[in-house]
């Protein structure tokens, strides 16, 4: 972390046990005199798209040290992390929005919604018993994921490991899970947060036989 001071303490640990595709390789580095000038990582995810499983690798955490920039560092080590990805014969490669498109390396910019917002005071519709998580609730709203999500494109395969150092550690301060029962049984979930615009749900899911817990 030290390359990175301005981050919170610990923000890596869950590229390295949160995540049980990490391996060591997937850090790259390049150095000059001894010193770290330049960094990415790469994270492999399985993701749905359709009837198709697909290998996704995602290049994040590229930085390189302000008196190396404008140098070509930043190419090269996306350039070391695709090879890397095409290596370990992924299927995708993708970066994040922050980060310049890098078209000669073959990326092109794809816009995704990553939340929406609600006017309203509730999550969920009228009709149901809504309430927070218990821990012995958790793994009922891992299935309801892994159910809604199926052949959804680009649905991250999730462990339980992702679930704790991704989704929820991270946000612990700053976002709410709720959950709608119907007769006692969890049958839908929601992550979100308030803000001055209303609430803003991250995401959401629930049980094939009642799609109208979100609407």
């Known amino acids: 972390n030290r390359e990175w001071s301005d981050l919170p ?19 790259r580095v390049i150095e000059d005199n ?5 960094t990415a990582q790469v994270v492999k995810r399985i993701v749905q ?18 008196d190396y920039r404008r140098r070509g560092y930043t190419t090269a080590i996306v350039s070391n992390a695709l090879d890397l990805i095409k290596a370990d014969a992924m299927d995708i490669a993708i970066m ?5 498109p890098f078209k000669n390396l073959g990326f092109e910019l794809l816009a995704l919604s990553s939340a929406s917002f609600l006017r309203n005071e509730s999550v ?18 891992y299935a ?6 199926h052949k959804r494109p680009l649905a991250v395969e ?8 991704w989704i929820l550690k991270p946000h612990k301060d700053t976002i ?33 036989c009642c799609p109208e817990v979100i609407g």
């Open 9 to 27: 303490e610990g923000y890596f640990q869950r590229y390295f046990y949160g995540d049980h595709h990490y391996i060591p390789d997937y850090t």
């Open 144 to 149: 309801i994921h892994r159910e809604f999500n």
């Open 49 to 66: 798209c359709g009837d198709a499983v697909l290998t996704l690798g995602g290049i994040t955490n590229v930085w390189t040290r302000s």
């Open 158 to 165: 999730r462990s339980e490991e992702y679930w704790r150092d």
């Open 124 to 141: 969920f519709p009228n009709g149901f018993e809504i309430c927070d998580p218990k821990g012995s609730d958790y793994p009922s709203i």
């Open 176 to 208: 709410r899970i709720q959950m709608a029962k119907q007769d006692h049984e969890i049958c839908g979930y929601a992550v979100y947060h308030d803000s001055n615009d209303g609430i803003e749900v991250c995401e959401f899911g629930c049980k094939s």
């Open 96 to 100: 994040p929005t922050g980060l310049r």
């Open 34 to 38: 001894g010193q770290i000038v330049c």
